[in-house]
């Protein structure tokens, strides 16, 4: 029991020392969360169609697939913004944007996520290309977001649509919080174009001659 007391003192000094350096350093900062509440609201010259829909979760890049705020501050340069978070990654605030103004829009029977178990006579792929506020050498910002998105006949899985979003929302500061802003402006514009195109391309789909 002797030869193991001073490895007991040792540890017991390593843990006070410990506590006292976290003392002075004070409590870790907690990241602050963001939330966009984007609030796209449905055409109503957007044709309305007879076939169900499921959107499958969007492909991202790494960096852009996860709950840090991306930021590019020079060309060739992504980094990420220290202390802001998203509520949810890209991907989710994607497709949950999307898919809540088709399920509003009145346009469809119904549009849910795959593997819901509905029906669906169309499907919804989405890859992410860009999500990061981008200075492209300006002094503010912009909220910058890219997607790719493709409509896939169930059936015979023919390409009914193809298209490349892109929506860059100016940020009025630097701020975190300001580009969280410009974000949700952004979010708002994309998916709005994203829902509109998949009804009209599903549409055309149907009533082409090979059908």
């Not at 506590?19 to 990241?31: F, N, Q, R, V």
């Not at 309305?48 to 709950?67: C, E, F, G, Y």
């Not at 819901?116 to 200075?135: Q, T, V």
Request: glycine share 8%.
């Amino acid at each position: 029991m002797m030869c193991r007391l001073p490895r007991v003192i040792l540890l017991a000094s390593l843990t006070l020392a410990l506590a006292a350096c976290g003392s002075l350093l004070g409590p870790k900062e907690s990241p602050t969360i963001y939330a966009p509440i984007p609030a796209p609201k449905a055409d109503a010259s957007w044709p309305k169609v007879s076939w169900n829909l499921a959107t499958i979760r969007p492909d991202a890049p790494r960096i852009l697939d996860s709950a840090r705020m991306a930021v590019r501050p020079v060309p060739g340069e992504l980094q990420v913004y220290k202390g802001a978070m998203w509520a949810s990654a890209p991907p989710d605030l994607l497709e949950a944007t999307v898919l809540r103004l088709l399920e509003d829009s009145g346009k469809l029977p119904a549009a849910s996520r795959q593997g819901s178990g509905m029906d669906a006579g169309y499907r919804l792929l989405m890859d992410i290309r860009h999500f990061e506020a981008d200075y492209a050498g300006g002094a503010l910002p912009a909220a910058v977001i890219e997607v790719n998105a493709k409509l896939i006949h169930v059936v015979d899985h023919a390409v009914a649509g193809n298209r490349t979003f892109r929506h860059a929302q100016p940020a009025g500061g630097t701020d975190p919080r300001t580009v969280a802003d410009a974000f949700s402006l952004a979010l708002a514009e994309v998916s709005r174009d994203i829902a509109g195109w998949t009804l009209a391309s599903g549409q055309a789909h149907e009533g082409a001659p090979h059908r």
